[in-house]
Nanobody
Framework: QVQLVESGGGLVQAGGSLRLSCAHS????????MGWFRQAPGKEREFVAT????????NYSDSVKGRFTISRDNAKNTVYLQMNRLKPEDTAVYYC??????????????????WGQGTQVTVSS
């Protein structure tokens, strides 16, 4: 059973930075593509970024491209989301997600079956 635990959320002023972490339980982290999603109050959950098993491939939503960076450390079973130049509209609960895949460089856009409990990010203006 895969468990995902996010950390690193908090309150930050506009223009500031935060780094989210997501720890993946189990010995097979490197066989999972990973993603970050977010959900703001009153809105549907939306895609933020995904990364392939190998870490060589990444994809970002247009709203965060150039400001956020997804990365992973397969030795530490952890995926990160570095968020820079934060805006009030980035305020949301951020969720980590995992999807097993046999393809090293596959960057999925959906089909994530495992989710964390979420971490709150609040950006004040």
């Amino acid at each position: 059973q895969v468990q995902l635990v996010e950390s690193g959320g908090g309150l930050v002023q506009a223009g500031g930075s935060l780094r989210l972490s997501c720890a993946h339980s189990g010995p097979t982290f490197s066989t999972y593509a990973m993603g970050w999603f977010r959900q703001a109050p009153g809105k549907e959950r939306e895609f933020v970024a995904t990364i392939s098993r190998s870490g060589a491939g990444t994809n970002y939503s247009d709203s965060v491209k150039g400001r956020f960076t997804i990365s992973r450390d397969n030795a530490k079973n952890t995926v990160y989301l570095q968020m820079n130049r934060l805006k009030p509209e980035d305020t949301a609960v951020y969720y980590c997600a995992a999807r097993p895949t046999s393809l090293s460089n596959y960057i999925p856009s959906g089909g994530f079956g495992y989710w964390g409990q979420g971490t709150q990010v609040t950006v004040s203006s």
